[in-house]
């Protein structure tokens, strides 16, 4: 017989999972994984098949999303598949606005092959000499990509970006005009964010929403488990990947994520009260 105690408690951090609001969308199979993981610490194993059958019996469930009818092909734009790190970086901007009604715009950069979200910049306007500027960044701390990913927005077929994949030797993978589908990691990466943070929360400027979105990037890379890399954390991922392949040793990986961390961590004490009125 099992203990109902243990029952309980299980069930109770079962509703604690859906509450989450980071998690809302996740079903039981993300929720066993998450919950094992503090039981193999405790020393306890936790079946599959029980998550599922407490998870049917309170009645928990995740609401259906709504799926636009999309017509793809399978094939890679340019011929540039994610095969490693750094094989190709995806990237695209998205709306939001602050509570004053001020639009910001959120450029958002991601590793397709290792799901890492590499950058979450804000800013009320971005040309492409801040594109470019982001992007340098990014190369001087992660190492040089093969290619980039993106649309044939204003601010990536400007002479900045161009000239800056022609020296780097970066390969351009421009999607087709009115087909965003093509860029689908930066696509699925926005739609997370919407999801998971954007929709339930309000700012009141850019900083706030700079403090705001470099916490949901650390949580992104080092909490939120992938069903695609095979339930770990991206950076758990990249650890593994480069510990077979001999790459980086697992204590540059810790020093990396410890250095990303405390990054978010500085930005997140900016005040709200240094907002520009």
């Known amino acids: ?40 610490k405790a020393g306890k194993a936790l079946n599959h098949k029980r998550v599922y059958r407490l998870w049917r019996r309170e009645g928990l469930s995740v609401a259906p999303r709504r799926v636009r009818k999309r017509i793809r092909t399978g094939n890679c734009v340019g011929g540039h598949v994610a095969g490693q790190p750094n094989a190709v ?14 639009k910001l715009r959120v450029f958002c950069v991601s590793d397709e092959f290792t799901r890492e979200s590499l950058a979450i910049e804000v800013e009320t306007s971005f040309v492409s000499e801040k594109v470019c ?30 000239g800056l994949c022609h020296r780097r030797g970066i390969n351009a993978a421009y999607i087709d005009p009115g087909k965003p589908w093509q860029n689908g990691y930066a696509e699925s990466f926005h739609s997370r964010l919407r999801d998971e943070y954007l929709d339930r929360e309000v700012f009141w ?61 500085e930005s997140n004490y900016k005040s709200v009260d240094d907002c520009e009125a």
């Open 1 to 40: 017989m099992r203990n109902s105690e243990e029952e309980s408690n299980l069930v109770e951090r079962l509703k604690q999972f859906v509450r989450n609001p980071r998690k809302r969308r996740r079903g039981y199979r993300l929720a066993h994984k998450d919950i094992v993981r503090e039981w193999m």
């Open 89 to 102: 970086w995806c990237f695209d901007f998205i709306e939001i606005k602050s509570i004053r009604r001020q």
């Open 133 to 162: 500027a982001v992007l340098e960044r990014l190369i001087a701390k992660h190492g040089m990509p093969n290619a980039f990913r993106m649309d044939n927005g204003p601010e990536f077929i400007a002479l900045a970006l161009r």
């Open 205 to 265: 400027c850019v900083r706030d929403a700079r403090v705001g979105l470099n916490s949901y990037r650390s949580y992104f890379n080092t909490e939120r488990l992938h069903s695609s890399l095979g339930y770990q954390t991206p950076f758990e991922f990249v650890a593994s990947y480069s510990h077979s392949k001999g790459e980086q040793s697992e204590d540059a990986i810790t020093a990396r994520m410890a250095t990303d961390v405390s990054t978010n961590e």
